[in-house]
Nanobody
Framework: QVQLTESGGGLVQAGGSLRLSCAAS??????MGWFRQAPGKEREFVAA????????YYGDSVKGRFTISSDNAKNTVYLQMTNLKPEDTAFYYC????????????????????WGQGTQVTVSS
């Protein structure tokens, strides 16, 4: 049975940094990603990484500020968030899939099979 366990959320001032982690058990995955959802908004793609190649993808709103990485031996994905802004406040979810699909589809939540429980990130101004 697959389990994804997230950690690392919290409260931080604008301009600060946080690192999220998501560890998976049960199987390996081809793509590991992060999404976020703020109250009243749709779930938004944040970043993704291909396990085999390390190629990364980012949503426009986080490019240059967030970095996704993975430790395949630990089946863990990380999201290093820097220069955080109040608009980054949201519930952050890790999402994994064992499927393969084109980069244009990476931002679609429906492409991911497994989801973490979510962790709250709050950025104060």
């Amino acid at each position: 049975q697959v389990q994804l366990t997230e950690s690392g959320g919290g409260l931080v001032q604008a301009g600060g940094s946080l690192r999220l982690s998501c560890a998976a058990s049960g199987r390996t995955f081809s793509i590991m990603g992060w999404f976020r959802q703020a109250p009243g908004k749709e779930r938004e793609f944040v970043a993704a990484i291909r396990s085999a190649t390390g190629v990364t993808y980012y949503g426009d709103s986080v490019k240059g500020r967030f970095t996704i990485s993975s430790d395949n031996a630990k089946n863990t994905v990380y999201l290093q968030m820097t220069n955080l802004k109040p608009e980054d406040t949201a519930f952050y979810y890790c999402a994994f899939t064992s499927n393969a699909f084109m980069p244009a589809a990476l931002s679609s939540p429906s492409k991911y099979n497994y989801w973490g429980q979510g962790t709250q990130v709050t950025v104060s101004s």
